[in-house]
Each structure stands twice: as C-alpha cells, then as structure tokens.
C-alpha cells in the first residue's frame, strides 16, 4: 500500500533553532516528493518539489533532501522563526503528471520565543 | 501575486442539508483538484479536472457528492444531504496543466465545513 510517513508528529523549538524533519515513504513507482507548509486553517504552500534525481533542494531556509534508495526525505530549517510555526506535509507523486499526490499526515512545528 | 479563491469560507449546517462549496482559480490553469482534509490528516483528493472533464473521482463519494466544472474556469463541489463525518476543511487547488512535468498546485485558504 502507498503510504507516506512522517515523524515526529509535532515538534516545539527555540526560534533561532535548527530542526530537521522526517519523511519515509512506500509510494512505487515514484516520480517526485514534495515538501508543503500548512498554517493553522489555511491551505498547503509548496515548499519544494524534486524529483528522483535530485537529492537536496532550497527554498531560502528550507532546505529538503531525497534519497531515492532509502526513499527517504528530510526537510531542514535553519534559523527559526515565529513564523515557521506550522504543519510540514510530506507529498509524494507515482506518476510524472504530480497528479495522484499522496499526502502525509504531517508534523506540526512550533517554534517559541 | 494570484491566488485560489474559495467560498465560503466557513460553513455550519445540519445534516441532511444541502452544501455547495465555490473554487476560482488561478487565471490559466487548467487543471482544477477538490480536497478534503480531516483535522490533524493531510489533504484526499476527492475529484480532479483537466478544463472541463473529469479525470480523477474515484474516492468521490457520487451518492451524496457531486463536482463540476461547466466552463473549464471556476467549480463547484456540492454535498446533499450533509453527513456528520463530512465535517472537515475543503480545499481547492489549481495547477498549469498537469503534464509531464511535475506542477507546483496552489491552494486556496479552504471551506471548514462542520455538520451538526
């Protein structure tokens, strides 16, 4: 069964902290994995998206990791801030089109003063 | 910077009533995906469009769910009559056109919808 699994559930940090957070996935075939930010009732923003090729990309802080072996990928925040308080998902694609996303259930980061 | 837009944005009724969820996209994209998000799950696609047809609803409930998208523009999901576990946020979103290429979808803000 394809599934995406995310750890830990919820995280609470220092702002100015570094954190890392977890995705492990069984999705076959696989096409790409992407990384979402999710504030409190609002929809899900792309953070990154990378194909099996690709092994890290960067969006300013944010800066994820694949290994397409392992099929596993970490999201990795530098610097904290209040405003990276949110829910990190985890979204893998079987197919090329990105269609047939399958989501995680997330984890839920809260970064405190 | 353009964005999903959605209505309403939050929506009580009681079950066995009717609800109709609206979807603007982003200008020029054409391919259109409802979701349905249970607090503390990631989103479940419930139905996808490319322009005006179909092409994915296999997790759509068609007894009491319905989605259309006449002009190939804006949507509409429709729930009658409401259930209590269709309590949950409804999320739209919209790429370029889904194609070879990974699309990046955006999101709208959601409709929280809560069956009492």
């Known amino acids: 069964k394809n599934q995406v699994e995310q750890s830990p559930q919820s995280l609470i940090i220092l702002e100015g902290k570094n954190c890392t957070l977890q995705?492990?996935?069984?999705?076959?075939?696989?096409?790409?994995l992407r990384w979402y930010k999710q504030d409190t009732g609002r929809g899900p923003v792309s953070l990154t998206i990378m194909t099996f090729s690709e092994n890290t990309k960067s969006n300013g802080r944010y800066t994820a990791t694949l290994d397409a072996d392992t099929k596993q990928s970490s999201l990795h925040i530098t610097a904290s801030q209040l405003s990276d308080s949110a829910s990190y998902i985890c979204v893998v694609s079987p197919n090329q089109a990105g269609t047939a996303l399958i989501f995680g259930k997330g984890t839920t980061l809260s970064v405190s003063s | 910077e353009a964005e999903v837009a959605q209505s309403p944005r939050y929506k009580i009724t009681e079950k066995s009533q009717a609800v109709a969820f609206w979807c603007d996209p982003i200008?020029?994209?054409?391919?259109l995906y409802w979701y349905r998000q249970i607090l503390g799950q990631g989103p479940e696609l419930l139905v996808q469009f490319q322009d005006e047809s179909v092409v994915d609803d296999s997790q759509l409930p068609k007894d009491r769910f319905s989605a259309e998208r006449l002009k190939g523009v804006d949507s509409t999901l429709k729930i009658q009559p409401a259930e209590l576990g269709d309590s949950a946020m409804y999320l739209c979103?919209?790429?370029?056109?889904?194609?070879?290429?990974?699309?990046?979808?955006?999101f709208g803000p959601g409709t929280r919808l809560l069956v009492l």
């Open positions: 200008s020029g994209h054409a391919t």
């Open positions: 995705c492990n996935y069984t999705v076959s075939p696989f096409s790409n």
């Open positions: 979103a919209s790429s370029l056109r889904a194609g070879f290429m990974p699309e990046t979808q955006y």
